[in-house]
Structures are given as structure tokens and as C-alpha cells.
């Protein structure tokens, strides 16, 4: 029996304050809406918070009949009170798809980093009835003058991550176009941030061979990151990495897992030496790496590491998969196979590394001539 799709579903949003607020998912004749019921569900600690919730939930679900009585009955006004909606409400249920995987859950991170900046600069009352190009444009401007939130307060934002922050502002508004919250797209022939060029870190194979001959604080680091040179993994998928994922296949050790940040799956075959830095295996819900333990102190410890071994650069952990794709490259691997090693989804995110190592232009620049007088031969005399 074919199973009918429920046109009306209360959602869950937890609050950062503890409390749950609660909404209804409307769903009908292929379209969405999103109702905030302005109901909270609060920690249940005493017998009367479990029936202050018992009561709110009977509130909500009698929101709920109601509305599917009037989508039973075509009653239901799926125009009326669109643009009241919330607009930091619906930003963070976009948040929640991100975080419950729903979306793309490796952007989570950044979604949430927006929505603080924006409950800074937003009204919690402020509806998507503001949200014009005035409102968008305000917030462009906010942005470029932010101040990062960590540390002392008073670091400007970064170029990229002014341009990531106002990319998820503007990928909100596109979600709610789509579910008809706004009529019209009030963010046509406004220009975006661009992002600002990254310089990669990376280390040469030279530097690579002196950190491995050099000893680390913290020796767990030592094996991870050598083992992400070698491999191109990110941290986060370092972190994850279990032994079930490393498989035998034929003469190769290789490991098959999905990414954290894109979700991809991967099949990466490793190098001997890259086996090595593993250690003894475990079982298989065991994690290859789990001595390594990642906090803020790592990058001092790396960066203390690196000195010792003659490596003058302010590199981090992720300079490891810089150093990876430059390697790959200047050995002669094509750019669409270190794609792949690296699980890029698109050509172009691949194709700034081969900016980095263009072998075309070193061979440019070594055509020109000298332009010094050629030595002296203090041997040879003008006299007979």
C-alpha cells in the first residue's frame, strides 16, 4: 500500500539558550512553508516542566489538525503571512539542515559563524517584509567592516571570509524565494564580495624529508600530519579515519571513506611509507589516529616542529594537503588525477595549485639572458 505523504509536520529547532522552538513543515500541491508558532519546549527538570511541555505540544498539534482541516478543504491561504516569517528564525532552520545533514553538512560550520554576525547586526523581530535591497546592501557593508569574534574582538574579518559569510546570507534568500517566502528576488544586480586571494603554504619535498628527520613535542602530530603530506587528507577526515576504512587490495593498502566536508567517497591508495605512519592496525570501529589529539595548541607545536627542522614557514595542519597537491603536480600527475586524490568536485578549486607550480613559467623565466659582465679570469695576463 502506497504510503500518502503527511501535507503538515511539526518541527523541532533547538535554541541555544536550551529551550526547543517549535513549527510546522506545510507542504501542499508542491509547494512549502514554514509557520513558526511562536511555542518552546524547555528543559525538562521538574514534573512541571514535563507538563508545561505535555501542554505545548497539544497546542501545537492543534495548530496542526487545523491546517491540514483547511488543506483537506482548500482553505488553506498559502500566500497569507509568507513575508511575516522571521527572517534570523529561518535562517537558523537553515542552519539545522546543514547540521542534520540535509544539505551540505560540511558548511555547517560556516553557517552558523554568519548567523552570529547577523544577530548582531539583525532586529530578532525583523521579517522577510524587510528584506530588500536596501536591508541586503546594509548588510554587504556591515560585513567589510565585521570584526572577526575570536580573540580580542578587534581583527578585521578576512577577505574569504567576509565573501563566505555574505555567500550563506545570500544563499537564505534564494531558499526562500524557492519556498515562496519572497515573491521576487530582491538580490538581482546586487554584487557579491569577491574573495580575496589565499596564499597556500605549502612545504617542498626537502622540507618535508627534514621535518621527518626532525623530532615533534607531540609525536602523534608527527605521524598525522606526515601521513596527510603523503596522502592529501584533510584534518577532519584524519581525526575520523578508522581502521575499517583501510582495506587490502591486491599489492596496495587503501582506504575508502566518505568526507566530512563534501561527503564524497573516496578511494585513496597509500604509499608504503604512507602505511607506516598508521602504526599497528586495530579493529575495525577503532580510529587509525587515535592519539592525535587536535586543540588550539597544535598549531605552535607544528610551528615549533617546523623551526627545528630549518622550515621558516607559518605553515598549519592543512598545509599538509597544500604540500600534497603541489607534490602530485610537480611530479608530473595530470590536474584531473590530483582532483580526484583530492576529491575536489569542481576542475577550478584543483586549478590553483597548478598556478602555484607553473612549470611553463620557471621554464619562461630561465630563457633570459644574463645581464651581468661574465667574471674576471684573474689567471690570465695581458702581458707577453
Known sequence: MRRIKEPVRLRERELRNGNTSLYLDIYSRGRRKYEFLNLYLVPEKTRADKEKNKETIRLAEAVKAKRIVEIQNDRFDFESGKQEVRFLDYFRMQCEKRKRGTANSGAYPSWVSTLLHLETFCSPSMKFSDVTPKFILEVRE????????????????????????????????????RDGILQRDPLLGIEGIKKGDIERLYLSIDEVRAMAATECKRPPLKRAFLFACLTGLRR??????????????????????RQKKTGGQEYIDLTPEAVTFMGERGKPDELVFNDFVCDSYTVFVLRDWAKRAGVMKDITFHSSRHTFAVLMLDLGVDLYTVQKLLGHREIKTTQVYAHILDKKKQQAAMLIPSILPPPIDEGSSDSE
Do not use: E, M
Not at 144 to 157: F, I, V
Not at 159 to 176: E, G, L, M, N, P
Open 142 to 177: 556591515y560585513l567589510n567592516k565585521a570584526t572577526s569574534r575570536k580573540g580580542d574582538g578587534k581583527t578585521p574579518l578576512s577577505q574569504t571570509s567576509k565573501a563566505h559569510y555574505f555567500d550563506k546570507f545570500k544563499a537564505c534568500i534564494h531558499a526562500a524565494v
Open 236 to 257: 577532519s577526515d584524519v581525526l575520523r579515519l578508522k581502521w575499517g576504512d583501510v582495506h587490502q587490495q591486491g599489492g596496495f593498502t587503501r582506504i575508502i571513506f
